[in-house]
């Protein structure tokens, strides 16, 4: 039996139908819409991502075998000081952590004639340090030697070591204008250099009075260098200089037998010769000191001389040829005389009874010859001469002026030294005399 249902117009049977129809298929979209949100969501899922992704290969970065990297190794530091006026050595190591016991047992050291503990002030020192940690103390006691102190251990390690130098030779010429030492400078060059070939020319030329403007120099020389840098002048090995168009040539050379000097192309000494003291027949009384009780004042002070006791009237003789460029009388130095022996040595005659016949001012003297008298003049307890030294204007000890005995280099060594003369003199010829600019050739050595 059916069931009855109402009967509607057939414009509502049909609206009602499509609403029937619509309500399955939005049922299935959103259906459709989660699965998808859910399948994106699972494949982010980071336990799930794992499996699904194939895993890379696994690629090591330590090097194995030969190839393997060696561990990495910290620089030394190094610092580089001068030695400080008051600064000790004590200080310096105490300040790096090193113990006083290790400290005094290296004061008491000695390396080679080296003092460790003994520092001048303005030389120079190093601090090495690893990790801000010192390693190792350099000194340099002078321009020859390096003394190091090893840190690295308990117990530190002294060692003396030789300063390495690049040694080259070099040539120096140049052109007077008004002094040596102005065209010296003018090159460049250490004034120093000027004072050293003074000296080897002094018995030829007078380089305070003899010089003329157009003089002409060259010098070949040794050149110490550390480090790229320059540090001091070595020996002088040829020289040559054209004064007032008188050339005069000087070579450095040691005979077989004695000691070296500088000799000219015919290997005749450049030097000459000073007499041992001014009398023949003395006793010295007082040496040369910077503190003596003077017999007079009693009081300490320097005694810059060497004082002959004699009697009256002795004569008394230049050590020298030489020129008197002072006579004089006052009331400490009674009847003085000076007298020039050449551009580095002088020497001075005090308390002289009297002067010799002819001399004054000015006057010509030769070696040997007699120039005044022993007396007992000005500030003295009795009679005496006080003889004096100067080189460059300084006093000297007279007995310890080291000037060579004037000789020639031996016939049986003549040959090969006027081999190395020749061969000297033509590197001396590689700076012409007429040059004025700097020239400095690298040499042989």
Do not use: C
């Amino acid at each position: 039996m059916r069931e009855n249902r109402p009967k509607y117009p057939a414009s509502q049977r049909q609206k009602r139908n499509s609403h029937i129809r619509r309500r399955p298929v939005r049922i299935r979209f959103v259906f459709l819409l989660l699965i998808s949100l859910g399948l994106v969501g699972f494949s982010y899922f980071p336990g799930r991502s794992e499996k699904r992704l194939p895993k890379p290969p696994i690629v090591s970065e330590k090097p194995t075998g030969p190839k393997e990297a060696a561990p990495s190794i910290t620089r030394p530091v190094v610092s580089e000081f001068k030695v400080k006026k008051g600064e000790t050595f004590y200080g310096i190591l105490k300040g790096l952590g090193v113990s006083d016991d290790s400290i005094m047992t290296l004061a008491s050291k000695r390396v080679d004639g080296v003092n460790i503990a003994r520092l001048v002030a303005g030389r120079p020192y190093r601090i090495i340090k690893r990790n801000d940690t010192a390693v190792e103390y350099q000194y340099e006691p002078d321009e020859n030697r390096l003394v190091k102190v090893s840190l690295g251990s308990k117990k530190p390690e002294v060692s003396v070591e030789p300063i390495e130098y690049n040694v080259k030779t070099v040539l120096v010429s140049g052109v007077i204008e008004n002094s040596l030492f102005n065209a010296i400078e003018s090159l460049g060059e250490n004034p120093i250099l000027a004072m050293d070939l003074a000296e080897i020319f002094a018995w030829q030329i007078d380089f305070f009075r003899d010089l003329r403007k157009g003089d002409v120099f060259s010098i070949l020389l040794e050149k110490f260098y550390r480090d790229g840098k320059f540090v001091k002048y070595g020996r002088i090995l040829a020289a040559r200089f054209k004064n007032a168009g008188h050339l005069y040539q000087a070579f450095l050379y040691r005979p077989a037998q004695g000691s070296g000097g500088y000799f000219d192309e015919e290997g005749g000494s450049l030097r000459k010769q000073f007499l041992k003291a001014p009398l023949k027949f003395r006793r010295i009384s007082s040496g040369f000191s910077h503190r003596r009780l003077n017999p007079v004042t009693k009081k300490m002070a320097p005694h810059l001389g060497v004082d002959y006791t004699a009697r009256t009237g002795t004569p008394v003789h230049t050590i020298g040829d030489g020129t008197v460029i002072l006579r004089k009388t006052d009331r400490f130095n009674g009847r003085m005389l000076k007298i020039r022996h050449n551009s580095t040595y002088s020497s001075a005659y005090a308390h002289l009874n009297s002067f010799a016949s002819g001399i004054s001012r000015g006057v010509h003297v030769r070696q040997g010859q007699v120039i005044g008298f022993v007396g007992a003049t000005g500030r003295t307890t009795g009679p005496h001469l006080h003889f004096a030294m100067y080189r460059n204007g300084r006093y000297v000890d007279p007995r310890k002026v080291n000037v060579p005995r004037a000789s020639s280099v031996p016939r049986d060594e003549m040959e090969s030294y006027l081999q190395m003369v020749d061969e000297r003199a033509a590197l001396l010829s590689d700076g012409s005399l007429e040059l004025s600019a700097r020239n400095q050739v690298p040499g042989t050595r």
